[in-house]
């Protein structure tokens, strides 16, 4: 009998920093409405800097990383072992069940931290760790192979060991037409501000209609189908250690496979319209959503219209923002980085974007529909701009954090 599957298993979840509680209500929410019953009746609580799940099973495990989208990663933790001097460290790993959660060929990635204790040495503690795997025939990756990543924690006299299940970070989804895209937003980080708006204004769920301004790579629109419309990241087919793992049989394979194509054909897929004034940005977005199209056909999901438009957003006809009669989605992440030329007044541009959202706003009100949508502000100075121009809106504003910056998420609608 696998231990894995047999027995109640703890995971860790982590997703972009200040967005806990998203992670949290996700998981939540995946607990509820399961693919596969859970038998053990797992429990959740937010630790610090992670989501902590407890008497999680092992298809939990496994929808969390194959559903999840506000998550960066799923890992698997054992127990905390007792170690007093690093004579015990070789005796300790070995009571590790490596042989139900390892394939005997699979690379690994191993990362180390210690802490004052029994083994205070970070340099030392992963040699012996590396030599312990070597002389089980393990090995590091290739280039582009897929691994599995071990984490390893010394401190005072414990060790603790986490296995990731998506080995690659599961922010990157597999929809993007090429690795190393001038992409600025993570696409877990823009999912937990998309369900973080829903959760303070329900007219989200009932969305007809997306558009992204400064569209860039189009994170905000495609990761709206995920977060909010029932689109699971798992149709986008990147391979994760978790497939790989307890010796999946293929029918155990297929099966997971024919579960997220139902769940894909299931979603409620709104219409996007995507807007982005730079050209070579323009070009990878295009490309983008090709791939989109292509893998979402080949499973069979009805894909809605996806309209790409090089433009200036201040320049375009309000109706291609909000269309009549119709709730409209308006994720905004303006380029105060990339794609923005030195000598540009940003402070200036957010101020202007905040004037025309009031626009937009009394557009869609005038024609019987509505507005609801964000926008991240990285400093308090572009924050006080962008709130200059919303009048008479329902405004809310919290924090993440994206690259060590502090960014305000403003949150708005119509009343």
């Given at each position: 009998m696998n231990p894995l599957t047999a027995r109640p298993l703890t995971l860790e979840l982590y997703g972009a920093p200040g967005a806990l509680g998203e992670v949290a209500l996700e998981a939540r929410s995946i607990i509820q409405k399961p693919w596969k019953p859970h038998k053990f009746g797992?429990?959740?609580?937010?630790?610090?800097?992670?989501?902590?799940?407890?008497?999680?099973?092992?298809?939990?495990?496994?929808?969390?990383?194959?559903?999840?989208?506000?998550?960066?990663?799923?890992?698997?933790?054992?127990?905390?072992?007792?170690?007093?001097?690093?004579?015990?460290?070789?005796?300790?790993?070995?009571?590790?069940?490596?042989e139900a959660v390892l394939g005997s060929d699979e690379p690994l990635e191993i990362r180390t931290e210690a802490f004052p204790g029994a083994m205070p040495h970070g340099g030392r503690l992963r040699l012996e760790i590396e030599d312990f795997f070597d002389a089980r025939g393990f090995r590091a990756p290739d280039d582009d192979e897929p691994f599995t990543r071990l984490e390893f924690t010394a401190a005072d006299n414990h060790l603790r060991v986490r296995v990731s299940l998506g080995a690659d970070a599961l922010h990157k989804r597999g929809w993007r037409a090429r690795t190393g895209t001038l992409a600025t937003l993570?696409?877990?980080?823009?999912?937990?501000?998309?369900?973080?708006l829903a959760t303070l204004e329900p007219?989200?769920?009932?969305?007809?209609?997306?558009?992204?301004?400064?569209?860039?790579?189009?994170t905000l629109g495609i990761e709206a189908w995920q977060a909010l419309y029932g689109l699971p990241p798992a149709i986008w087919g990147t391979e994760r250690s978790m497939q790989r793992q307890v010796h999946p049989t293929p029918e155990s394979l297929e099966w997971w496979r024919k579960r997220t194509v139902t769940a894909a054909q299931a979603a409620k897929l709104p219409p996007i319209t995507f807007i982005e004034r730079d050209a070579r940005q323009t070009r990878e977005l295009e490309a983008n959503v090709s791939k989109?199209?292509?893998?979402?056909?080949?499973?069979?999901?009805?894909?809605?219209?996806?309209?790409?438009?090089?433009?200036?957003?201040?320049?375009?006809?309000?109706?291609?923002?909000?269309?009549?009669?119709?709730?409209?989605?308006?994720?905004?992440?303006?380029?105060?980085?990339?794609?923005?030329?030195?000598?540009?007044?940003?402070?200036?541009?957010y101020a202007r974007l905040g004037q025309?959202?009031?626009?937009?706003?009394?557009?869609?009100?005038?024609?019987?529909?509505?507005?609801?949508?964000?926008?991240?502000?990285?400093?308090?100075?572009?924050?006080?701009?962008?709130?200059?121009?919303?009048?008479?809106?329902?405004?809310?504003?919290?924090?993440?954090?994206?690259?060590?910056?502090?960014?305000?998420l403003i949150a708005f609608s119509t009343p």
């Amino acid at each position: 009998m696998n231990p894995l599957t047999a027995r109640p298993l703890t995971l860790e979840l982590y997703g972009a920093p200040g967005a806990l509680g998203e992670v949290a209500l996700e998981a939540r929410s995946i607990i509820q409405k399961p693919w596969k019953p859970h038998k053990f009746g797992a429990t959740i609580e937010v630790a610090r800097g992670f989501v902590r799940v407890r008497r999680a099973s092992w298809d939990l495990a496994c929808e969390l990383a194959s559903r999840g989208t506000t998550m960066h990663d799923v890992r698997l933790a054992f127990p905390a072992l007792v170690v007093n001097d690093w004579s015990d460290l070789p005796f300790v790993l070995s009571s590790l069940p490596w042989e139900a959660v390892l394939g005997s060929d699979e690379p690994l990635e191993i990362r180390t931290e210690a802490f004052p204790g029994a083994m205070p040495h970070g340099g030392r503690l992963r040699l012996e760790i590396e030599d312990f795997f070597d002389a089980r025939g393990f090995r590091a990756p290739d280039d582009d192979e897929p691994f599995t990543r071990l984490e390893f924690t010394a401190a005072d006299n414990h060790l603790r060991v986490r296995v990731s299940l998506g080995a690659d970070a599961l922010h990157k989804r597999g929809w993007r037409a090429r690795t190393g895209t001038l992409a600025t937003l993570r696409e877990d980080l823009a999912a937990a501000a998309l369900l973080r708006l829903a959760t303070l204004e329900p007219r989200v769920r009932a969305v007809q209609h997306i558009a992204v301004p400064f569209a860039g790579s189009g994170t905000l629109g495609i990761e709206a189908w995920q977060a909010l419309y029932g689109l699971p990241p798992a149709i986008w087919g990147t391979e994760r250690s978790m497939q790989r793992q307890v010796h999946p049989t293929p029918e155990s394979l297929e099966w997971w496979r024919k579960r997220t194509v139902t769940a894909a054909q299931a979603a409620k897929l709104p219409p996007i319209t995507f807007i982005e004034r730079d050209a070579r940005q323009t070009r990878e977005l295009e490309a983008n959503v090709s791939k989109v199209r292509s893998v979402l056909g080949a499973a069979g999901v009805t894909v809605p219209e996806i309209t790409v438009q090089q433009a200036d957003a201040f320049d375009v006809p309000d109706e291609l923002i909000v269309p009549p009669g119709v709730v409209t989605l308006l994720p905004l992440h303006p380029p105060y980085g990339l794609r923005l030329a030195r000598d540009s007044d940003v402070e200036a541009l957010y101020a202007r974007l905040g004037q025309t959202v009031q626009r937009w706003a009394e557009t869609a009100d005038a024609s019987g529909g509505a507005l609801v949508g964000f926008c991240l502000c990285p400093s308090e100075e572009l924050w006080r701009a962008f709130m200059g121009g919303l009048e008479g809106m329902n405004v809310d504003t919290s924090h993440v954090s994206q690259g060590g910056l502090d960014v305000r998420l403003i949150a708005f609608s119509t009343p």
